[in-house]
């Protein structure tokens, strides 16, 4: 089985050290050996170690690799959109089967791969592409394929992961926080993608994509990154028995119409301690699965990392490589049920608000009267002295009040937000956090 490997950068290199330390294994496993037939790469002087692997094998042709007649299997670990799709759709429609964790390119255009796909007649695995090592995207869409999945929820960047998981820890500022995640190489150079939730939103869309039987672009949605969690918001959400935890939420529902819909968001919320997802730190994975007849899944590990992620690669190489040998080609994509993907604004959260307000008499009442009116209903009230848990100003005749709300619609919660920020009882609006997960 002849292999064309695209990218040997973090992931890469580390499949190619487990393809030669494994190679006996793997070829047992599948009934015949692997080899890489080549490896294309940008920069053929960069320096990758004492990688086991022939210097001849390295090419900057990576469409002529692909065309090769004697590749069997392209593996694809550069990322990106172009010239990634053009590649994976070439080596697709001459029946090539493809191994990839590019999240960014399933997300965005997953519909060309899976068609591709279907007319080579060769296999499309991405396992890699959503929480690393974790074996999640099989279990979806092979595993529960006889189950209702109702709702995944997710931690599933690392890089945020550790950042606010810091900022609990220790009660530091976001800077602070992602200062100390690149010092560690979690965060990279640029981390936009992972702060703002571009990587988080990606990998959504995989998932409810499987989960839920139907297309889910990066384009469907929502994100909100976690650059505006201040140490306030984590200190206040410890107040409350709580954490702060950048979330993917893909939820089964119904619309006013009574239509099947799903919504799928990724936004910083605040989880009880109690949630399984609130123990996991670092820059750990996790993703819960709540099926109708398998009730809670909680599937946990390493979602990042070269050696984890080329655990993933590697173990779909296998089932790629097997069906070859075997003539056949595993169940293509299942978009049957196509659900109508609901807007933000119908999605139903708990909100977390918290005010400096003057403290005086009726302050609480026209504070009461603004949720009542978006038709959002209170579920508790804190008042405290201004320079509470919220870092409220301290200001003489000023009180902090936190107030948890009921499950209402997302478009409600923010009209009372907004309206709050108009009164001038109020004198800021010190953290607005959703509230996820029960408790
Ligand atoms: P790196 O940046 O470390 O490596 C990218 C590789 O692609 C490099 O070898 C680079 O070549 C090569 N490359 C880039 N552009 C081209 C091009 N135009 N032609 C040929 N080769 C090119 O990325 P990672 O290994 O970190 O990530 C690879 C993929 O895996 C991405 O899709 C990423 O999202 C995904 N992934 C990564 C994880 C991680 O922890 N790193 C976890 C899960 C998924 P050169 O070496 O010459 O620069
Ligand atoms: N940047 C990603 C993370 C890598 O931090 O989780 C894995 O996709």
Redesign the pocket.
Do not use: H, Y
């Given at each position: 089985m002849r292999l064309a490997l695209?990218?040997?950068?973090?992931?890469?290199q580390e499949v190619v050290r487990l393809l030669h330390e494994q190679a006996s294994d793997l070829a047992a496993r599948i009934g015949a050996p692997l080899e890489i037939a080549g490896i294309?790469?940008?920069?053929?002087g960069?320096d990758?170690g004492d990688l086991p692997v022939d210097p001849a094998l390295f090419t900057?042709d990576?469409l002529g690799l692909i065309k090769r007649d004697d590749v069997d299997v392209v593996i694809?670990?550069?990322?990106?959109i172009e010239?990634a799709r053009g590649w994976l759709v070439e080596a697709l429609r001459a029946g090539k089967s493809v191994v990839?964790?590019?999240?960014?390119?399933l997300a965005e255009d997953g519909v060309a791969l899976h068609e591709a796909a279907a007319e080579g007649g060769g296999d499309l695995y991405y396992e890699?592409?959503v929480a690393?090592a974790i074996p999640l995207l099989r279990p979806l869409r092979e595993s529960l394929h006889g189950d209702r999945i109702n709702r995944v929820t997710g931690i599933v960047n690392g890089t945020t992961n550790f950042i606010l998981s810091a900022m609990d820890a220790t009660g530091a500022g976001f800077a602070e926080a992602l200062e100390e995640a690149t010092e560690l190489g979690y965060a990279e150079a640029d981390p936009t993608a992972d702060v703002e939730g571009f990587d988080a939103a990606a990998k959504a869309a995989i998932l409810a994509s499987l989960a839920f039987h139907t297309r889910v672009g990066a384009a469907d949605v929502h994100r909100e990154g976690i650059t505006e969690v201040t140490a306030a918001d984590v200190a206040s959400a410890q107040a409350m028995g709580c954490t702060i935890k950048l979330l993917c939420i893909a939820a089964r529902g119904v619309d006013p119409a009574g239509r099947e819909t799903v919504s799928v968001r990724v936004h910083p919320a605040m989880i009880p301690r109690s949630h399984p997802l609130a123990s996991v730190g670092d820059a750990f994975n996790a993703v819960f699965v709540e099926a109708d007849a398998a009730g809670q899944l909680m599937f946990y590990g390493r979602?990042?990392?070269?050696a984890?992620?080329a655990s993933a690669v590697l173990g779909d190489v296998v089932a790629v490589a097997r069906n070859r040998l075997a003539g056949v080609r595993a169940a293509s994509e299942s978009a049957y049920a196509d659900l109508a993907v609901r807007p933000m604004g119908e999605a139903l959260t708990r909100y977390h608000v918290s005010l400096d307000v003057a403290d005086r008499p009726g302050v609480l009442a026209a504070v009461a009267g603004v949720f009542a009116r978006h038709d959002v209903s209170i579920a508790t009230v804190r008042q405290g002295s201004a320079g509470g848990s919220t870092g409220a100003t301290g200001r003489a005749g000023d009180a902090e009040l936190v107030i948890v709300t009921h499950v209402a619609p997302d478009a409600a919660l923010a009209a009372t937000v907004d309206e709050l920020r108009g009164l001038d009882i109020v004198r800021s609006v010190t953290s607005v956090l959703r509230v996820e997960g029960g408790a």
């Open positions: 695209l990218g040997c950068g973090t992931v890469g294309a790469v940008r920069r053929l960069r990758r900057t990576a694809e670990v550069v990322g990106g010239p990839t964790a590019n999240k960014a390119l890699a592409s690393g979602g990042a990392g070269g984890p992620t």
